[in-house]
């Protein structure tokens, strides 16, 4: 009896039963790490910051926890400018947001809306901001990019 050709489709078959077997690790973003935060005085203190409760009951967390050589702190965006976990950056901004039908329109203006931490991708003549909100379901948040032009007030 002839034995049938080696075909792509036999190929691809045998790769998906493979990766299936050993599938790939997560690549979650971790619950803490070592950084910084500047206070309101513009003093930087180091130490190992907390932004979310870890999966499968993530929760993003409005104060992030705080652990430095003087204990243990909670801070919000009313007392510290911004705060630095691992390699991801987080700012301080006002933020107000204005609906219409099917959009939505955010605005930082000093004073206007309230004060919320938002992740800083990139910096210059346009910044890059990533907001992370929960999403019922989800054990990771879900980010949204925004893009503002230095000076404007439009996200």
Known sequence: ?????????????????????????????ESDGQGWVVTNAKDTLFGTIKNRKSPPFGKVYTKIRFKGKRGKKRFGPKDIIAYQMGNRVYERIWLSRESTFLTEHLRSVEGDGQKQFIRVAAKGNLIHYIDEIEVQGEEEPMEIDYFRKKGSPRL
């Open 1 to 29: 009896m002839k034995q049938a050709p080696f075909t792509t489709v036999t190929l691809y078959l045998s790769v998906l039963a493979l990766w299936s077997l050993f599938p790939g690790q997560s690549v979650a973003q």
